[in-house]
Each structure stands twice: as structure tokens, then as C-alpha cells.
């Protein structure tokens, strides 16, 4: 069996986090490429696992890069390769698998409850100890799933995770650390300036909410790892 996992960034600032401890002590190799600079590859079966990793950047700016990400994982999927998409990584794979993505109503930024239904409970969400779930959120893209998806998490706004055989794509963000979060709002300002929010709202105070993301991070993890190693 392959022993290398594939992770692609679509930013510089948005990595594997926690996810990439998890993976090393589980003994993975992982090639790291950065979208844009580093051509993607063509054939998915040189790797046990795919994580396509989140940006600013949309779908349906029809950039060269995503486009090429896409036709990945129309490939994996044929190849039975597991991918994890995490917001952006969601989006495209509900894009190249035969959904819509679109801009929302309105974006989801900060610390947000996510509803696990049924179907994620008995899946990439089994062992989470409630329905209810409070996780970081960072996007205004949302999506129309695939007719052969099966919904596995929502929010009050948006589908937040779904499956398609051994393809997982999650809206909301669970890799997080405190750096990686006090990075974003130093380089998205901006957009956290347009919500009336502050950096304060987000980071302050919040070791509970990290201390429980990073309890549901490697519960995803774990579970992702079995699709993997069942394939």
C-alpha cells in the first residue's frame, strides 16, 4: 500500500495544521504543493490519500489551478483514491462531482455551532459525544451537493459536510490552531472589519473552543483514517 498522503494548499496560510501531527505519527509520508506554483498531479493513485486544503479564492473564478484540482478528484473518484476537502477543498469536490457552488447570503466567520444529523454520526463524525458541535468558520461560498452525496452536517445557513463514497468534503474548519487562526486575521482583516467583528471576538478567551475543536479534529481524523485504510 501506498504510504503517502497528498496535500494541497490553495493559500500559504492555510495548512494541514493539527491534521499534518496526526498523520506523521500515524507514519505517512506527505508531499505538500502549493496551487498556483506547483503543478498538480495528474494521476491520484500514487497517493493513499488527498487533502485539498481551503483559500480566498472561489470556484467559479474558473482558475487553471482549480480546475486541474477538480479533474483530480473526478479521477480519484473513479480510482477509489479518499480525498478530504476542507472549505474550499469541499467546494471543489461538490463542484467537480456534479454540484453548484455559489456566494451565500452571508459568510460565516468565528466560532459557529454545526448540527451533525444522523448519517455523521454513524460516520466521519462517530464518536463525537453530541449533535451539536462548535467549530471555525471562514468562507462565504456555499454549495448545491451532488445528487449522489449524503449530507452529514449542517448549519442555520449552510450544508457543512457530505460524502461521496470515500470522498469527505467539510465546509467549517477543524485543523485550526491558535497560530494558524491569529494569522488569518492579521492577513484577512478586511473581511473581519466588513462582518463588525474583531480580533478579539475570535481569539480571546476561547481555550475551551480549541480544546474541543482539537478533540473533534482527530475524531475526524481517525475515522478518515479507516476510509483510507480500507481502500
Known amino acids: 500500500m501506498v504510504n503517502k498522503i497528498l496535500s494541497i ?36 493513485r500514487q497517493y493513499s490519500a488527498i487533502i485539498i486544503l481551503g483559500g480566498y479564492m472561489s470556484v ?18 473513479k480510482n477509489r483514491v479518499p480525498i478530504l476537502g476542507i472549505c474550499l477543498g469541499s467546494q471543489l469536490i461538490a463542484q467537480a ?17 454545526v448540527t451533525i444529523n444522523s448519517n455523521g454520526l454513524a460516520d466521519i463524525f462517530k464518536g463525537t459525544n453530541s449533535e451539536r458541535i462548535r467549530v471555525f468558520q471562514w468562507h462565504r461560498d456555499t454549495y448545491d451537493l451532488p445528487n449522489t452525496s449524503k449530507l452529514l452536517a449542517y448549519s442555520d445557513m449552510y450544508p457543512q459536510a457530505f460524502r461521496i463514497d470515500s470522498i469527505i468534503g467539510i465546509l467549517f474548519h477543524l485543523e485550526v490552531n491558535y497560530n494558524m487562526i491569529r494569522q488569518w486575521t492579521e492577513e484577512y482583516i478586511s473581511e473581519i472589519k466588513e462582518e463588525n467583528l474583531s ?17 473533534s479534529c482527530k475524531i475526524v481524523y481517525s475515522n478518515f483514517s479507516k476510509i483510507v485504510n480500507s481502500n
Open 60 to 77: 467559479y473564478d474558473n482558475l487553471t489551478y482549480l480546475n486541474a484540482e477538480q479533474e483530480l478528484i473526478r479521477k480519484a473518484h
Open 199 to 215: 480580533i478579539e471576538d475570535i481569539l480571546t478567551d476561547k481555550k475551551k473552543e480549541f480544546e474541543n475543536l482539537l478533540n
Open 97 to 113: 462531482l456534479g454540484g453548484r457552488v455559489y456566494k451565500g447570503k452571508k459568510k460565516e466567520i468565528g466560532w459557529h455551532d
Open 9 to 44: 494548499q490553495n493559500t500559504s496560510i492555510e495548512t494541514l495544521g493539527n491534521l499534518r501531527d496526526f498523520m506523521e505519527n500515524d507514519g505517512y509520508e506527505i508531499s505538500t504543493i502549493q496551487a498556483g506554483i506547483d503543478d498538480i498531479p495528474i494521476d491520484p
